[in-house]
T-cell receptor, first 113, second 115 residues
Framework: GNSVTQMEGPVTLSEEAFLTINCTYT??????LFWYVQYPGEGLQLLLK?????DKGSNKGFEATYRKETTSFHLEKGSVQVSDSAVYFC????????????FGKGTRLSVIA | GAVVSQHPSRVICKSGTSVKIECRSL??????MFWYRQFPKQSLMLMAT?????????EQGVEKDKFLINHASLTLSTLTVTSAHPEDSSFYIC???????????FGPGTRLLVL
């Protein structure tokens, strides 16, 4: 079946540090890949996505590249801010927008000043 | 981005009562809505998929008679937790997609506490 594995947190970084959150997936076919972010007390928001191999999704300084050969979609940011503190979820979707997402367990990031 | 609302945001109820949670897409027609459940420090687990005008499709292990889902219009889906028990306490999240919108948009979630 389809599944997503992401690194366990929590992750604590100092402001301006480099961030990597690992995500690997198992799926048949060619899924679309997503990173969602959940800020404290809020719902999930789409951070970035990639729909085919070698695509790079980017938003707000975050990047992730769809690597089919390693079945990975690691999230990176060069310099984190306190406002980036949140829970980050990696997810995949097999087909169109009308199919459900499969989520990883989430990684809690805390950035300290 | 699109807006999806949920109501109520938080509810506390007594064991044995039923609770209805509404999920609305405010600026697009949602042909499909999904209901997820999130336990503390856990991922989101899909409960069911509902398409407007048809019966919901439930995931394995989810009791359809306990978690009643209605998707009567293109902007509203409801989840009713019937005869709620303390183990039903959780964070319930809906998402919606439809039309030309490939992306799913998530509601802010409803925190249910059953005493």
């Amino acid at each position: 079946g389809n599944s997503v594995t992401q690194m366990e947190g929590p992750v604590t970084l100092s402001e301006e540090a480099f961030l990597t959150i690992n995500c690997t997936y198992t799926a048949t076919g060619y899924p679309s890949l997503f990173w969602y972010v959940q800020y404290p007390g809020e719902g999930l928001q789409l951070l970035l996505k990639a729909t085919k191999a070698d695509d790079k999704g980017s938003n707000k300084g975050f990047e992730a590249t769809y690597r089919k050969e390693t079945t990975s979609f690691h999230l990176e940011k060069g310099s984190v801010q306190v406002s980036d503190s949140a829970v980050y979820f990696c997810a995949l979707r097999r087909d169109s927008g009308n199919t459900p997402l499969v989520f990883g367990k989430g990684t809690r990031l805390s950035v300290i000043a | 981005g699109a807006v999806v609302s949920q109501h109520p945001s938080r509810v506390i109820c007594k064991s044995g009562t039923s609770v209805k949670i509404e999920c609305r897409s405010l600026d697009f027609q949602a042909t499909t809505m999904f209901w997820y459940r999130q336990f503390p420090k856990q991922s989101l687990m899909l409960m069911a998929t509902s398409n407007e005008g048809s019966k919901a499709t439930y995931e394995q292990g989810v009791e359809k008679d306990k978690f009643l889902i209605n998707h009567a219009s293109l902007t509203l889906s409801t989840l009713t937790v019937t005869s709620a028990h303390p183990e039903d306490s959780s964070f319930y999240i809906c998402s919606a997609s439809g039309g030309s919108r490939e992306t799913q948009y998530f509601g802010p979630g409803t925190r249910l506490l059953v005493l």
